[in-house]
C-alpha cells in the first residue's frame, strides 16, 4: 500500500446541478462511494472531506468522514482540512464529481511528491487544482492564504515547488482517453456521465 492520504472534496453547493452531486449516483453508487472504493484499493487512509458528513450512507474501513475545519465554501477550505488530518505527508486531493479518475494516473503522479510540494497535471493550459498532490509542509501558506481572504487556489502556485505535468501524450499512458477529468457540474455533465460509464465502466 502507498505511503500517500486521499481527500475526497465533496463540500462544493452545487448550484448548477441543482442538487447535491455528491450523493448523486452512477451504477447505483454516489460518486463519492465511487471514488472512494477506487482510492481504498492504492491507500490506506482515505478521507471525504464535507460540510456535512451525515449525507453520506456508505462505510469503508480506510474511509474517514470529516468536515471542514471552516463554514467558508472553497477548496482551499477542503485542501487545508485535509492536510490538518491527513496521516501522512502526501495527500492525494480530488474532487467528488470526477468518478473516472484513473489509479494509475494518480500512481503515475506520486513518483514525483518526493520532489516538490504539489504535482498537478495541466491540460490546454488548465491546471487541475483538484486532481493532485499537496504536502503538509505547504499547510502554513495556505493558512496564511485563507487567513488573507485570498482563496484562489491558482494564485497559490507561484508560492511553493509546484510540478505542472502539461505533456497529454504523457498523460494518455496513464489515462487513454482522458475520463479522469470529466467533471459532473450539470444535469447534462451527469447525463454524459452515465453513458460514459455504460462505455467504459466507472473503474472498480
Known sequence: ????????????????????????????????????????????????????????????????????????????????????????????????????????????????????????TQINGKINTLCGFYRKKILQTLLNFFNENNYRLIDIYTHINTKFISDVNEIKKYDSELLSFININTPEDYEYAKKVAKKFGIGI
Open 1 to 120: 500500500m502507498n505511503k500517500f492520504s486521499c481527500a475526497i472534496l465533496a463540500g462544493g453547493q452545487s448550484r448548477r446541478f441543482g442538487r447535491d452531486k455528491t450523493v448523486a449516483e452512477i451504477n447505483n453508487k454516489s460518486l463519492t462511494e465511487i471514488l472512494a472504493s477506487k482510492l481504498c484499493k492504492i491507500s490506506d487512509d482515505v478521507m471525504v472531506i464535507s460540510k456535512d458528513s451525515s449525507k453520506f450512507i456508505f462505510s469503508l474501513n480506510q474511509v474517514r468522514f470529516l468536515n471542514d475545519f471552516t463554514d467558508s465554501q472553497s477548496p482551499l477550505v477542503g485542501i487545508i482540512t485535509a492536510l490538518q488530518n491527513a496521516k501522512h505527508d502526501k495527500v492525494f486531493i480530488v474532487s467528488a464529481d470526477t468518478p473516472f479518475l484513473s489509479l494509475e494516473l494518480v500512481s503515475f503522479l506520486y513518483k514525483f511528491a518526493d520532489e516538490y510540494d504539489s504535482v498537478l
